[in-house]
T-cell receptor, first 109, second 114 residues
Framework: GQNIDQPTEMTATEGAIVQINCTYQTSGFNGLFWYQQHAGEAPTFLSYNVLDGLEEKGRFSSFLSRSKGYSYLLLKELQMKDSASYLCAVMDSNYQLIWGAGTKLIIKP | GAVVSQHPSWVICKSGTSVKIECRSLDFQATTMFWYRQFPKQSLMLMATSNEGSKATYEQGVEKDKFLINHASLTLSTLTVTSAHPEDSSFYIC??????????FGQGTRLTVV
């Protein structure tokens, strides 16, 4: 079956760095997405990786290793507004998105 | 990025009534739209894939007669929750992709059935 694993919850301090990991097993691979979702709101797009390596976009970076079925989202210089759930999703061979359960990130002052 | 508009943002309805939720792609054409449901503290669950001009594809366990999907044009898909019950109370989200890349989401609709 298809499976996406990510930690349920993480806590970090304002100004620090946090890495959210995601491992996946899917039928085919057409890219991995990270979304941010604040409570009660729809997800917003953060990043897309389809080739191995690191993609940097401001304070957020995303890494992919297809051979290991592994990705991480790196958030630097954490701000209180970064408190949210972070969803990892993989697009399978049918171009369907398979979603992880999300990681709730709590930022403490 | 592309814009997907969903309406209404929230709705309260009586048990047994029907509710229609609209999803529009504002600046691109979407031959395919997706409908998700999200219960509190849970991930997005794909309900169905809406295809313009043809029948929707429902995920296992989703009642097609209860959740009616109509994708009448390249910019509009609707989800109708028929004969709603309290257990249908949830956050419903639509999404569309301009191509085979990132998905853009509507604002979501919080449905409360009383």
């Amino acid at each position: 079956g298809q499976n996406i694993d990510q930690p349920t919850e993480m806590t970090a301090t304002e100004g620090a760095i946090v890495q959210i990991n995601c491992t996946y097993q899917t039928s085919g691979f057409n890219g991995l997405f990270w979304y941010q979702q604040h409570a009660g709101e729809a997800p917003t797009f953060l990043s897309y990786n389809v080739l191995d390596g690191l993609e940097e976009k401001g304070r957020f970076s995303s890494f992919l290793s297809r051979s290991k079925g592994y990705s991480y989202l790196l958030l630097k210089e954490l701000q209180m507004k970064d408190s949210a759930s972070y969803l990892c999703a993989v697009m399978d061979s049918n171009y369907q998105l398979i979603w992880g359960a999300g990681t709730k990130l709590i930022i403490k002052p | 990025g592309a814009v997907v508009s969903q309406h209404p943002s929230w709705v309260i309805c009586k048990s047994g009534t029907s509710v229609k939720i609209e999803c529009r792609s504002l600046d691109f054409q979407a031959t395919t739209m997706f409908w998700y449901r999200q219960f509190p503290k849970q991930s997005l669950m794909l309900m169905a894939t809406s295809n313009e001009g043809s029948k929707a594809t429902y995920e296992q366990g989703v009642e097609k007669d209860k959740f009616l999907i109509n994708h009448a044009s390249l910019t509009l898909s609707t989800l109708t929750v028929t004969s709603a019950h309290p257990e249908d109370s949830s956050f419903y989200i639509c999404s569309a992709r301009p191509g085979d890349t990132e998905a853009f989401f509507g604002q979501g609709t919080r449905l409360t059935v009383v």
